[in-house]
Nanobody, 125 residues
């Protein structure tokens, strides 16, 4: 398994969760990391992404101001800090990675070849 997401759970509206994505990909620091989510009955959607060195991030409108994506290249991990969670955030969250130097909105549209198993996030009202 090259990517493994963790940190999901059940939380009340207004609460916080921190998701982590551990990677065993070689040359991890050459990869941009993305977070996506899939709500029941809906298609998978982009949430946030971070470029290879952590300088550049990009967020879906639904995540702006509430979510923060970071990475630790020394530990081969990418994190998604989610604050002020809403019931609409309930979904399975997936991490994905792509070997690229791209920065900005394009990170939301690329086809990521490496995916981890999802982690369930449930927000109760």
């Amino acid at each position: 398994v090259q990517l493994q997401a963790s940190g999901g759970g059940l939380v009340q509206a207004g609460g916080s969760l921190r998701l982590s994505c551990a990677s065993s990909l070689p040359t991890f620091s050459e990869y941009a990391g993305g977070w996506f989510r899939e709500a029941p009955g809906k298609e998978r959607k982009f949430v946030a992404a971070i470029n290879w060195n952590g300088v550049c991030t990009y967020y879906a409108d639904s995540a702006k101001g509430r979510f923060s994506v970071t990475r630790d290249n020394g530990k081969n991990t990418v994190h998604l800090q989610m604050n002020n969670l809403e019931p609409e955030d309930t979904a399975i969250y997936y991490c994905a990675m792509i070997r690229t130097r791209v920065c900005g909105p394009a990170m939301s549209k690329m086809i990521y070849p490496n995916w981890g198993r999802g982690t369930q996030v449930t927000v109760s009202s």
